[in-house]
């Protein structure tokens, strides 16, 4: 058994590059900053930078609310590659393949923050809840429980 999970947060370093393949998958590329919390002997943070990569629909998500500066949250595995240059040297690189991504914060976004996407699973055996209430029914039902909900207002 391995495990190659990565959890970041952090923020973007600039805004997401949103591609699209030849076969027409979409791919959005960003960075993300991460900062310690303990400072070096100079009293600076120190500040780690990850390249991201992100794919189809969570690829066009971030390619449309993510901007420079915004926190977010992301989860996915480490990837290593390589590539020759145009120069004809090896370049090695390393990336975060993100599997799910949760906006912590409005950033410069009017719209709004705090939604996420994560890919979907196998069919989900959710279904919306049903009220067999025999009485008369109210103008505002109340929505079903969701426990991912933390919202607290």
Same mark, same amino acid.
């Given at each position: 058994m391995s495990v190659n999970k990565v959890i970041l947060v952090g923020n973007l370093g600039k805004d997401p590059e949103l591609r699209y393949?030849?076969?027409?998958?979409?791919?959005a590329t960003f960075s &993300? =900053?991460?900062t310690d919390r303990f400072k070096d002997k100079d009293g600076n943070p120190k500040t780690e930078w990850h390249n991201i990569v992100a794919w189809k629909? &969570? =690829?066009?998500?971030?390619?449309k609310y993510l901007v420079k500066g915004k926190q977010?949250?992301?989860e996915g595995r480490l990837q290593y590659r390589t590539y020759d240059d145009r120069d004809g040297?090896?370049?090695?690189v390393t990336e975060i393949v993100a599997?799910?991504?949760?906006?912590?914060?409005?950033?410069?976004?009017e719209a709004g923050g705090g939604g996420g996407y994560s890919r979907p699973a196998a069919a989900s055996a959710q279904t919306p809840a049903t009220s067999d209430n025999s009485g008369p029914s109210t103008q505002y039902d109340e929505p079903p429980f969701?426990?991912?909900d933390d919202i607290p207002f």
């Open positions: 393949t030849a076969a027409g998958a979409a791919v &993300l =900053a991460t629909q &969570l =690829a066009e998500i971030c390619g977010v949250y992301i040297n090896k370049r090695y599997d799910q991504m949760q906006m912590l914060s409005r950033g410069s976004d969701n426990p991912d």
